[in-house]
């Protein structure tokens, strides 16, 4: 029992706690900690194309084939 008081004391008094702002160089730090460094996303490295006509032309005079990436749905969901 009295361990449940205390977790809820402590719980209560964090929630009550404000966040520090973030500052500009805790913003770069957290991208360059979180983005991959490079050669570590591969993926990023394709040229990837957005339409579909010129990625067929391109295709065809490069003698590739198409990979067609298609999704339904809202574009941050996919839902």
Do not use: Y
């Not at 964090?14 to 500052?23: G, I, R, S, W």
């Not at 490079?38 to 295709?59: C, M, S, V, Y």
């Not at 198409?66 to 969901?77: A, I, K, N, Q, S």
């Amino acid at each position: 029992m009295r361990f449940t008081i205390l977790a809820l004391t402590v719980l209560t008094a964090n929630l009550q706690a404000q966040p520090a702002a973030l500052t500009d160089a805790d913003v770069t730090h957290l991208l360059a900690t979180i983005r991959p460094s490079a050669g570590e996303d591969p993926f990023a490295t394709i040229p990837w194309q957005t339409n579909l006509w010129d990625a067929r032309k391109l295709a065809a005079k490069d003698g590739k084939p198409l990979l067609l990436w298609e999704m339904d749905g809202h574009p941050l969901g996919c839902g």
